[in-house]
C-alpha cells in the first residue's frame, strides 16, 4: 500500500503546481488590468478636461459674439456663411481647436466621429439655442494586461455645452398667438397694417375677416392649425401664409414680476410712484403722470374722454383687471429702457437688479388674470415695448387715422380690428429680450 499513497502524494503536488501556475498568470492578469485600468482611467481624465475645455471655450466664444452683434432675432441657419448663427460657430470652433491644439489634440470641424467638436442649431418652444460638443479619444498601449491578449485600450470622452443667445421673446415676431386652438389671430374690418419688422406666427389659426390689408415687409406669417384669407373684395395677407409644425411654448416663456397678494393702494390722482394699486383711474380732462418702474395692478386701468396718461419707462404688472381707454384718451405708455442700449446688462431707472429682466415689457399680464387689452390707434397715442398676456385676448382698434405702434405682442389670442391705418415696427422698439446664458452636460 505504501507505493500506491506516495503515488498519490506526487500527483497531488503536480496538480497543485498546476493549480499554482494558473493562479499566477491570473494574479498578473488582474494586476495588469488595475495597471493599465488605472493608465486609462488617467487618460480618460485627461480627454474630459480637454473636450470641457473645448466646448467652454466655444460656447463663451460664440455667445459673446451674438451678444455684441445684439440681434432683434437669432436665427438658426448653419449653412449660409454669412448668417450670425454660422459666423458665431465657426467662431467658437475655431477657438476649441486652438484650445485643443496646446494639451496636444487636434479636434476636427462638425466631425466628432473621433477627435472633433461640431455644434448645432435648435429652438425648444421658448427659445432659439446653440450646442457645442466636443470628442476626445485616445488610445493606451497596454503593459501586463498583454498577457490576456489586450494590446490597447480606448479612452473616450464627451462634453456638451447648450448656450442661449441673447435673443427676443417669441422669436421676434411681432405678433404671437399662443393659443393652441383656433382663436389665434384675427385680422378684420378695413385694418390698413404694415409690420416693418418681425413677423406674425400662430400656434393655431389666422383668420382674414372683412377685407384687411396687412403687409409684413421682411420677415414670414407661420399658422400651426389653419389659415382664412379676407373674404372681402381689396383684403390681402402677404406674404401668403405658411404652415408649420413649431409651436410656441404656452406657458412660462417670461417669469412674472413679484407683486404681493394683498395690501394694494387707491389709484394715485396726479402724479404716480411705482407700487401696488387697485387699478389706475384718469378722469375726464385730467393728466396723470407716472414715475418710471414697477406698477403691480388689481384693477382696471380706466383713462376717460380726454384724459391723459403719461407712463415713461413703466411696466404695468397686470395682477387682476383690464384696461378701459376711451377713444379720445390721450396714451403716452412706454416701457422701461437704458439711457444706454449697448449694455444688454443695463438696469432701468427705477429698477433693481431682480427687476430689470422686465426692460423693454409695457404690460406683463398674469397667466391667472384672463382678460382682454385692448389699444386704440388713434394718432394721439404712443405706445412702446412689449405687451405679453399669455392667457388673455390683446385688441387693437383704431380710426382712420394713422398710427405706429412700437411693440410685441405675445398674447393668448389677438385681435386687430377697425378701419385704422396702422404700423408696427420693432425696428425702434427696445422690447423684451432674453440674457445669454450657458448649460453644461457631459
Same mark, same amino acid.
Given at each position: 500500500?505504501?507505493?500506491?499513497?506516495?503515488?498519490?502524494?506526487?500527483?497531488?503536488?503536480?496538480?497543485?503546481?498546476?493549480?499554482?501556475?494558473?493562479?499566477?498568470?491570473?494574479?498578473?492578469?488582474?494586476?495588469?488590468?488595475?495597471?493599465?485600468?488605472?493608465?486609462?482611467?488617467?487618460?480618460?481624465?485627461?480627454?474630459?478636461? &480637454?473636450?470641457?475645455?473645448?466646448?467652454?471655450?466655444?460656447?463663451?466664444?460664440?455667445?459673446?459674439?451674438?451678444?455684441?452683434?445684439?440681434?432683434?432675432?437669432?436665427?438658426?441657419?448653419?449653412?449660409?456663411?454669412?448668417?450670425?448663427?454660422?459666423?458665431?460657430?465657426?467662431?467658437?470652433?475655431?477657438?476649441?481647436?486652438?484650445?485643443?491644439?496646446?494639451?496636444?489634440?487636434?479636434?476636427?470641424?462638425?466631425?466628432?466621429?473621433?477627435?472633433?467638436?461640431?455644434?448645432?442649431?435648435?429652438?425648444?418652444?421658448?427659445?432659439?439655442?446653440?450646442?457645442?460638443?466636443?470628442?476626445?479619444?485616445?488610445?493606451?498601449?497596454?503593459?501586463?494586461?498583454?498577457?490576456?491578449?489586450?494590446?490597447?485600450?480606448?479612452?473616450?470622452?464627451?462634453?456638451?455645452?447648450?448656450?442661449?443667445?441673447?435673443?427676443?421673446?417669441?422669436?421676434?415676431?411681432?405678433?404671437?398667438?399662443?393659443?393652441?386652438?383656433?382663436?389665434?389671430?384675427?385680422?378684420? /374690418?378695413?385694418?390698413?397694417?404694415?409690420?416693418?419688422?418681425?413677423?406674425?406666427?400662430?400656434?393655431?389659426?389666422?383668420?382674414?375677416?372683412?377685407?384687411?390689408?396687412?403687409?409684413?415687409?421682411?420677415?414670414?406669417?407661420?399658422?400651426?392649425?389653419?389659415?382664412?384669407?379676407?373674404?372681402?373684395?381689396?383684403?390681402?395677407?402677404?406674404?401668403?401664409?405658411?404652415?408649420?409644425?413649431?409651436?410656441?411654448?404656452?406657458?412660462?416663456?417670461?417669469?412674472?414680476?413679484?407683486? =404681493?397678494?394683498?395690501?394694494?393702494?387707491?389709484?394715485?390722482?396726479?402724479? /404716480?410712484?411705482?407700487?401696488?394699486?387697485? /387699478?389706475?383711474?384718469?378722469?375726464?380732462?385730467?393728466?396723470?403722470?407716472?414715475?418710471?418702474?414697477?406698477?403691480?395692478?388689481?384693477?382696471?386701468?380706466?383713462?376717460?374722454?380726454?384724459?391723459?396718461?403719461?407712463?415713461?419707462?413703466?411696466?404695468?404688472?397686470?395682477?387682476?383687471?383690464?384696461?378701459?381707454?376711451?377713444?379720445?384718451?390721450?396714451?403716452?405708455?412706454?416701457?422701461? &429702457?437704458?439711457?444706454?442700449?449697448?449694455? =444688454?446688462?443695463?438696469?432701468?431707472?427705477?429698477?433693481?437688479?431682480?427687476?430689470?429682466?422686465?426692460?423693454?415689457?409695457?404690460?406683463?399680464?398674469?397667466?391667472?388674470?384672463?382678460?382682454?387689452?385692448?389699444?386704440?390707434?388713434?394718432?394721439?397715442?404712443?405706445?412702446?415695448?412689449?405687451?405679453?398676456?399669455?392667457?388673455?385676448?390683446?385688441?387693437?382698434?383704431?380710426?382712420?387715422?394713422?398710427?405706429?405702434?412700437?411693440?410685441?405682442?405675445?398674447?393668448?389670442?389677438?385681435?386687430?380690428?377697425?378701419?385704422?391705418?396702422?404700423?408696427?415696427?420693432?425696428?425702434?422698439?427696445?422690447?423684451?429680450?432674453?440674457?445669454?446664458?450657458?448649460?453644461?452636460?457631459?
Amino acid at each position: 500500500m505504501k507505493p500506491v499513497r506516495k503515488l498519490a502524494l506526487k500527483q497531488e503536488r503536480g496538480q497543485i503546481l498546476v493549480i499554482l501556475a494558473i493562479g499566477i498568470v491570473g494574479i498578473f492578469a488582474i494586476a495588469g488590468l488595475a495597471i493599465d485600468g488605472s493608465r486609462v482611467y488617467q487618460a480618460k481624465r485627461q480627454n474630459q478636461s &480637454t473636450a470641457d475645455s473645448a466646448v467652454l471655450t466655444a460656447a463663451g466664444v460664440a455667445q459673446n459674439y451674438i451678444k455684441l452683434a445684439q440681434p432683434e432675432i437669432f436665427y438658426c441657419d448653419l449653412d449660409d456663411a454669412t448668417a450670425l448663427t454660422r459666423q458665431a460657430s465657426d467662431a467658437g470652433l475655431t477657438s476649441a481647436q486652438i484650445g485643443a491644439a496646446q494639451d496636444g489634440v487636434t479636434l476636427a470641424r462638425y466631425d466628432i466621429s473621433t477627435n472633433g467638436v461640431t455644434t448645432r442649431c435648435g429652438v425648444d418652444g421658448v427659445r432659439t439655442y446653440m450646442d457645442f460638443t466636443a470628442k476626445v479619444t485616445s488610445i493606451t498601449q497596454t503593459t501586463l494586461a498583454r498577457v490576456i491578449g489586450i494590446d490597447t485600450l480606448p479612452a473616450s470622452a464627451t462634453a456638451s455645452v447648450r448656450i442661449y443667445p441673447y435673443q427676443s421673446a417669441a422669436y421676434g415676431n411681432a405678433i404671437s398667438s399662443l393659443n393652441p386652438i383656433c382663436g389665434g389671430i384675427d385680422f378684420g /374690418g378695413t385694418i390698413e397694417l404694415t409690420i416693418f419688422k418681425g413677423g406674425v406666427f400662430s400656434n393655431s389659426c389666422i383668420d382674414g375677416n372683412g377685407g384687411p390689408q396687412v403687409d409684413v415687409q421682411t420677415s414670414s406669417i407661420q399658422y400651426g392649425i389653419g389659415y382664412t384669407p379676407p373674404d372681402s373684395a381689396g383684403g390681402f395677407i402677404s406674404p401668403d401664409p405658411e404652415h408649420t409644425n413649431d409651436r410656441l411654448n404656452t406657458q412660462n416663456l417670461i417669469a412674472p414680476p413679484q407683486c =404681493p397678494s394683498s395690501g394694494y393702494s387707491a389709484p394715485p390722482s396726479v402724479n /404716480g410712484v411705482p407700487g401696488a394699486y387697485a /387699478g389706475i383711474k384718469v378722469n375726464n380732462n385730467a393728466t396723470l403722470t407716472l414715475a418710471p418702474g414697477l406698477y403691480c395692478i388689481n384693477g382696471d386701468i380706466d383713462v376717460a374722454a380726454n384724459g391723459t396718461l403719461n407712463a415713461q419707462g413703466v411696466t404695468f404688472a397686470m395682477v387682476g383687471g383690464s384696461t378701459k381707454f376711451n377713444g379720445t384718451a390721450n396714451l403716452f405708455l412706454h416701457a422701461p &429702457t437704458c439711457d444706454s442700449n449697448a449694455d =444688454p446688462d443695463c438696469i432701468p431707472a427705477g429698477f433693481t437688479a431682480a427687476t430689470a429682466y422686465l426692460k423693454g415689457i409695457l404690460f406683463y399680464v398674469f397667466p391667472s388674470n384672463v382678460t382682454t387689452i385692448t389699444l386704440n390707434g388713434n394718432s394721439t397715442n404712443d405706445y412702446t415695448g412689449m405687451i405679453y398676456a399669455p392667457t388673455s385676448l390683446v385688441k387693437i382698434t383704431g380710426t382712420s387715422d394713422s398710427k405706429t405702434f412700437n411693440t410685441q405682442i405675445i398674447a393668448w389670442d389677438v385681435a386687430i380690428e377697425g378701419n385704422a391705418r396702422l404700423q408696427m415696427d420693432q425696428s425702434s422698439a427696445d422690447t423684451f429680450h432674453y440674457q445669454s446664458s450657458m448649460d453644461m452636460s457631459k
